[in-house]
Nanobody
Framework: QVQPVESGGGLVQAGGSLRLSCAAS????????VGWFRQVPGKERDFVAA????????HYADSVKGRFTISRDNAKNTVYLQMNSLKPEDTANYYC????????????????????WGQGTQVTVSS
């Protein structure tokens, strides 16, 4: 079983940067695709980015392309989300999740395809 734990959230001004970390125990973490999602109260959980087990393939939501970068260090069982040029609309609770298989190649952005979730870390971007 994999138990992801997020860290690195906080309060930042618009235009600033934060780096989120997703650390997990469990032998299957390094073999899992890891995704980042975000959610604001009253809204659905939205896909942000994902990275395959090897790190060779990444996916991004259009809203964060060119600003966010996902990476991983399997030796440390950690996935990172570097967030630059932050905007107030990036304010949300950010979650990481792991998956070992997907229904289709287009399913990487679907929350229901992921097996294990962290508790989230809050990111607040002030204007």
């Amino acid at each position: 079983q994999v138990q992801p734990v997020e860290s690195g959230g906080g309060l930042v001004q618009a235009g600033g940067s934060l780096r989120l970390s997703c650390a997990a125990s469990g032998r299957t973490f390094s073999a899992s695709t890891v995704g980042w999602f975000r959610q604001v109260p009253g809204k659905e959980r939205d896909f942000v980015a994902a990275i395959t087990w090897s790190g060779s393939v990444t996916h991004y939501a259009d809203s964060v392309k060119g600003r966010f970068t996902i990476s991983r260090d399997n030796a440390k069982n950690t996935v990172y989300l570097q967030m630059n040029s932050l905007k107030p609309e990036d304010t949300a609770n950010y979650y990481c999740a792991t998956a070992t298989a997907f229904s289709t190649t287009q399913s990487v952005g679907i929350p229901g395809e992921y097996d294990y979730w962290g508790q989230g870390t809050q990111v607040t971007v002030s204007s």
